[in-house]
């Protein structure tokens, strides 16, 4: 199976505990998911833009699996996500884009992608494409779509703070796609009219998209989906007491395990018990290069 991973690098520089640390973050928790499930015969092939001086320091975790592929990976003097991220204990309180990376440029590497391939697309920043830029991947390509939105719902004003906003035309980015994941929040501030989550749902999975991922954070996720006529509802709820030590990524973890079971034509009630489970658990890791091989012991789905 080929996989498109779509999505910006960042360096994050946290503030946490009145000190602060530098660390790699963005798609590469979403590369980190796929790894995790991933049986081996898999080629993934992330598409970003990255400075020299961070090219072997962001991929270094990954660089021993075979399946990651880097033929879409253009190193070139173009800036790198760089966000400050302010944590009061073990809470994000506030994020500030210090530079933002430069729009990804799908089509320049389209004639290089096999026709069949699937897409994982991750809003890192909001602003890796354009709707023009979907429309062309369903149109070129007969893989199915996994998108999650992020931060497509949050601008950046002239200090570098984000800001919710609502998406007029979102109804058109949805029906592009298989599968859509937001959280709660960001569930809310994407549309005008304000709907609730069964509302938005609906009204997605009317707009085109098969299946709509709502995450949770502590309380799971609920995945929305046409089956039979009906619309279904599925919730997911994590393991108890667990112990959190760091939950940066888990987003992430949850879209890359449920699209990965998800393009292997799994049920859908499979692919959310296994992303809620894996995605889970990562917040018991606490350093990101341990995360691949702490979390395969939980893999199921084979």
Known sequence: MKIVIIGHPCLDIIHKNEQELLSYGGIIYSIIGFLTVSTGEDEFFPVFQIQDEHYNKYLEIVNTFKQIKKDFIIQNNSPINTVHLFFEGETLNFECYQSRAEKIQVDLIAKSIQPDSHFYINMISGF??????????????????????????????????????????????????????????????????KLNEEEFAHEAIKAGC???????GSKGATSYFFENDIIKVLNQYPEQNLILKNNIGCGDIFGAVFSYNYFRNEKIETCLKEAVKISSRRIEIEKIENIIDNLKQFVNVK
Request: net charge negative.
């Open 128 to 193: 890796e494409l354009e709707l023009h830029d979907l429309e062309f991947i369903r149109k070129n390509f007969n893989g199915k779509i996994y998108f999650d939105f992020h931060t497509l719902t949050r601008g950046i004003n002239e200090e570098g703070k984000r800001f919710y906003r609502p998406i007029e035309n979102w109804r058109n980015w949805v029906s592009n796609c298989d599968v859509i994941q937001l959280n709660e929040l960001e569930m809310q501030n994407l549309s005008p009219e």
């Open 210 to 216: 098969k299946v709509v991922n709502i995450t949770k």
